[in-house]
């Protein structure tokens, strides 16, 4: 049985190559079918946020790339309750189908992984 | 499974640490080095939220980046050198680095 | 510099066979890059082009293998997304060869 990981993908999608290191592991691990999931948390639930244009950066189009995590074997995707809260972000309008979760659910998320690392 | 969650950036740069704290669990245990040692400023914010933190939870702190800092840790932070961060490491079920 | 020639254009490729410019792909592009590989197009390498391509444009990527066959099942059924079906359509390496032909930049998870 493959060791599950989790990734914590906290920086926003224009703040550096952050958002896209974490996107790459999960596609990479996604192609090895490990059991991975993702939790956007802090600025990194602005990767989530809708209708942003990175072609106004002449940057890839990761809110798209995020879209085909499903099809990479990435199903379990969450966003930090709080994170959304204080940057005015709502849940139904989040560009992916994110589950969302309390401080508390999330140490309880972060407990059950076998390995975390945090981008 | 208990995490030891890394930290590596200044506090007073970013959201890292606050986020951190939240987060730990009750059996998990918390490292600073480089500028997260920085937390350990007397008189902060940071250095307070450090000291409430349930005794239950492991609070280290990397013995070379205190001395180069010229910053003391109180008694409640557990100084280790590299090779207690091997060990450290071994002994929590998982690392969580925040990079 | 590699390079093919369709109709009188000259038409660039990166070391690996790939169209350096995404925009310079049509379908005799397509037919020559295969000839290249010694694979004529059938119907069925058609459709897996074209589904190929509709990957690219809603995700912006191109899929490494087990996705190119989860999303081949999820649009045309299991009987087309299927690794064998594809491995034989594209010489053991669907998610390679496919975007190669489908004017895809090269997949960049696919290890």
Redesign the interface.
């Known amino acids: 049985m493959s060791k599950s990981l989790l990734i914590i993908n906290r920086q926003s999608p224009w703040s550096g190559p952050s958002a896209r290191e974490a996107l790459?592991i999960a596609?990479?691990g996604?192609?090895?079918?490990l059991p991975l999931g993702m939790l956007f948390l802090d600025d990194g639930v602005f990767q989530l946020a809708p209708a942003q244009q990175p072609s106004a950066l002449q940057q890839?189009?990761l809110g798209?790339?995020l879209?085909?995590l499903p099809?990479?074997?990435v199903e379990s995707l969450y966003a930090s309750a709080r994170s959304l809260q204080e940057r005015g972000l709502e849940q139904q309008t989040l560009t992916l189908a994110a589950e969302v979760l309390e401080d508390a659910a999330l140490i309880a998320l972060i407990d059950r992984y076998d390995q975390v690392i945090t981008l | 499974m208990a995490t030891l969650h890394v930290l590596s950036h200044s506090p007073f740069s970013d959201s890292r640490l606050s986020s951190c704290l939240r987060l730990l669990g009750p059996a998990d245990g918390l490292l600073l080095c480089g500028d997260a040692v920085y937390a350990l400023q007397p008189g902060t914010a940071q250095r307070q939220a450090l000291d409430l933190m349930p005794t239950a939870i492991g609070l280290f702190a990397l013995d070379e980046d205190l001395c180069a800092r010229a910053l003391a840790a109180p008694t409640r932070i557990q100084v280790v050198d590299y090779p207690g961060f091997v060990e450290l490491s071994c002994r929590f079920d998982k690392v969580n680095s925040w990079l | 510099m590699k390079h093919l020639s369709v109709a009188g254009r000259r038409i660039e490729l990166d070391k690996d066979g790939y169209l350096t410019t995404l925009a310079d792909w049509s379908e005799p592009v397509a037919e020559a890059l295969a000839q290249q590989e010694q694979l004529t197009l059938s119907a069925e390498h058609w459709q897996i082009l074209r589904l190929l391509r509709a990957f690219y444009a809603?995700?912006?990527?191109s899929?490494?293998?087990?996705?190119l066959i989860?999303?081949v099942a999820?649009k045309l059924g299991p009987e087309k997304g299927n690794s064998l079906h594809l491995n034989l359509l594209f010489k053991g390496a669907p998610a390679k060869l496919a975007a190669k032909l489908a004017g895809l930049p090269k997949p960049?998870?696919?290890?």
């Open positions: 790459d596609l990479a996604g192609a090895f079918d890839k189009d798209a790339n879209q085909a099809l990479f074997g | 809603e995700f912006q990527l899929p490494a293998n087990r996705p989860k999303y999820l960049t998870n696919c290890l």
